[in-house]
């Protein structure tokens, strides 16, 4: 079991900063992925980041060059850095974690942080 909580979601004008904090249960040594979705209103969720091993991140089209995902082994925490911001990345923002088990993989979740940017 792996449980995480998200902070550091809020209010924000247009072109500003924030940037989310993903506390784990356990140590991200033993997660083989974490990473960020966010589901807007009447939306699908959707990927934002994903970091593997080693803190290799991919990104969504959509944030890459104003996102950026990173971990602090020692905290278990893992972070969403996010610049540029606009209108459109008003979302609801969910850590998300993977862990293998046995022959498949378990996936978590947090509680979801409320980010808005206003225009």
């Known amino acids: 079991q792996v449980q995480l909580v998200e902070s550091g979601g809020g209010l924000v004008q247009a072109g500003g900063s924030l940037r989310l904090s993903c506390m784990s249960s356990?140590?991200?040594?033993?997660?083989?992925?974490m990473g960020w979705y966010r589901q807007a209103p009447g939306k699908q969720r959707e990927w934002v980041a994903l970091?593997?091993?080693?803190?290799?991140?991919d990104y969504a089209d959509s944030v890459k060059g104003r996102f950026t995902a990173s971990g602090d082994n020692a905290k278990n925490t893992v972070y969403l850095q996010m610049n540029s911001l606009k209108p459109e990345d008003t979302a609801v923002y969910y850590c998300y974690a993977r862990v293998a088990t046995g022959p498949g993989f378990s996936d978590y979740w947090g509680q979801g942080t409320q980010v808005t940017v206003a225009s």
């Open positions: 356990r140590s991200i040594f033993s997660i083989n992925a």
């Open positions: 970091m593997s091993s080693g803190f290799n991140s």
